[in-house]
């Protein structure tokens, strides 16, 4: 979750970056700059669990934890880690992911379950004080770039909204992964790809 991260730099310090990358950040269906039917469209989408884990933690927050966590009724995909909402290079990619963040699973939870994960979709979920799309180019002299990486069959944030982004600030470079979900940065190569791109203006190329 570093998304929302990258955004507040992008709208408050522009003048401090040498340019920013976001791979397959949130996306939030309540940014104003987006259109009732295509936020509609993405919302209704979801799994019904993930429809009301959204409701709680955008209009309760205080309760998302809970939520998360209580067994009555069903939580969120994500909480719950359900496969319906990982592509099927994420599955293959699961491994890597898992090992990836084995030795660092004790820093992530030193402060508990809810500022590690809870809060994390709190603060994606929540309406901002800004809206990204209202954005003006933060290299005007292309002293800069900044980079969207989306996979196209992501499941948890929809490509849809990130294609709209991409229209709307046509100043952002955007990198459409066919066949990708959101663990792509974990395939072979990506990285390289993916900084080569970034730092050195190479066209990206799967």
């Not at 309760?63 to 939580?75: A, E, G, I």
């Amino acid at each position: 979750m570093g998304g929302q991260a990258v955004w507040g730099c992008l709208k408050y310090i522009p003048h401090r970056l040498a340019g920013a990358g976001l791979l397959a950040p949130v996306a939030g269906i309540w940014w104003p700059g987006f259109p009732a039917n295509l936020t509609g469209k993405s919302y209704y989408n979801m799994p019904a669990p993930d429809l009301w884990t959204v409701r709680v933690a955008h209009y309760l927050p205080w309760l998302t934890y809970w939520w998360n966590t209580q067994k009555f009724f069903p939580s969120s995909s994500v909480a719950a880690h359900s496969p319906d909402i990982f592509s099927t290079q994420d599955r293959q990619l699961a491994p890597r992911f898992d090992a990836s963040q084995e030795p660092y699973r004790a820093q992530i939870r030193q402060q508990g379950e809810f500022d590690s994960i809870h809060r994390d979709m709190i603060i994606g979920i929540k309406t901002w004080e800004f809206d990204p799309m209202d954005l003006e180019d933060p290299f005007p002299n292309n002293e800069g770039s900044v980079h969207i990486w989306q996979g196209d069959e992501d499941g948890l944030v929809p490509v849809v909204l990130q294609r709209y982004v991409a229209e709307r600030l046509p100043w952002v470079r955007y990198h459409e992964l066919k066949g990708s979900g959101h663990m792509f940065p974990y395939a072979d190569g990506m990285g390289d790809k993916i900084m080569k791109t970034f730092l050195l203006g190479e066209t990206f190329v799967l």
